[in-house]
């Protein structure tokens, strides 16, 4: 596993990396070589942060936790993907089993208002051939609302969404 750690406002101690890299050795039995981690540190006033990336085959596991220590927060990211990965393997793996996904559709209503807006961060994301559930599993891997994938099936770009009621929705692109 290849391993990077990134401090922001602060400079990262070489006894921190080694820490994080045995730490690491615990999540690195789930992969293959072939995976990526990646350590950022940040040093508030009250709090620092750690947020862990892992990513493998397309697949992205992420965790952020807060602590008075840069050690313990990541101890906290460690034990939070090791839960991430069990949790969602059994999901997806029952979930395939059974075959009991319902797509859901959505309409996106445009605004009428003219609004000035800002943009403040742009975002560049590799869009791989995804089944629903795979996207739908991956979205909650990385604690996000929405994820935009490419259908495996129809090989058009999707979005699948959380919905406030607790399901899911996929947006799928009509031409007009």
Known sequence: MKITVIGRKCTIRDSFKEHAEKKLSKVERFFDNEAEAKVTATVEKSCQIVELTVATKGM????????????????????????????????????????????????????????????????????????????????????????????????????????NDGGYGVIIPEEE
């Open 60 to 163: 992205y596991f992420r965790a952020e936790e807060s602590a008075q220590n840069m050690n313990e927060a990541l101890d906290d990211c460690v034990d939070s993907i090791i839960r991430q990965i069990r949790r969602n393997k059994t999901r997806l793996e029952k979930k395939l089993r059974t075959g009991s996904l319902d797509d859901a559709l959505a309409e996106v209503n445009a605004v009428d208002e003219e609004v000035d807006f800002e943009v403040v961060r742009t975002k560049a994301v590799t869009v791989k051939p995804q089944s629903i559930d795979e996207a739908i599993l991956q979205m909650n891997l990385l604690g996000h609302l929405f994820y935009l994938f490419r259908n495996s099936e129809t090989d058009a770009i999707n979005v699948v969404y959380k919905r």
